[in-house]
């Protein structure tokens, strides 16, 4: 293996952690945001539902409330709700970053044309950097000019 063989494999497999990395960040932030809105979906008529009583019982009162906050600190749609927002999370960021990542799994898989890919890498690299990082080349809607 000649050295830029190497370096490619070497980008491609930073370049695969790096994105795992984000992917993994992304996904945790829309589960957290999924449970928030399931959590803001079903507790309004949890609540109302514990309010309601039908007779003066001091127990069934306090059932009610117990059940409400049963309800509130973990219900079983909380956890479903998090790992549909995980798994999206994580197949919206992958799949947005799918040529990166298959110039990464490319360098990484492949012998001979693994400066190909590398170079491919490479190339959106430089383009995350000028249009991500320092906006070359982006249409600024709210400038003046």
Known sequence: MNKWNLVSKIAGAAAIG???????????RRA???VK??????????????????ETSYITSKLKDRVFTEDADGALSDKFNAV????????????????????????????????????GLGLCGIKYLLSDV???????????H
């Open 37 to 54: 809105i399931g959590i803001a979906d079903r507790l309004p008529d949890a609540f109302l539902h514990s309010r309601r009583l039908d």
């Open 32 to 34: 957290r945001e999924n």
């Open 84 to 119: 549909t927002g995980y798994l999206g999370g994580l197949f919206d960021q992958l799949i947005s970053n799918i040529i990166p990542l298959g110039c990464a799994i490319g360098t990484l898989v492949t012998n001979k044309a693994s400066k190909f890919f590398g170079i």
């Open 134 to 144: 320092f906006d070359f080349g982006r249409v600024r809607h709210f400038d003046n």
């Open 18 to 28: 790096l994105m795992s990395y984000d992917a993994h960040k992304s996904a945790v």
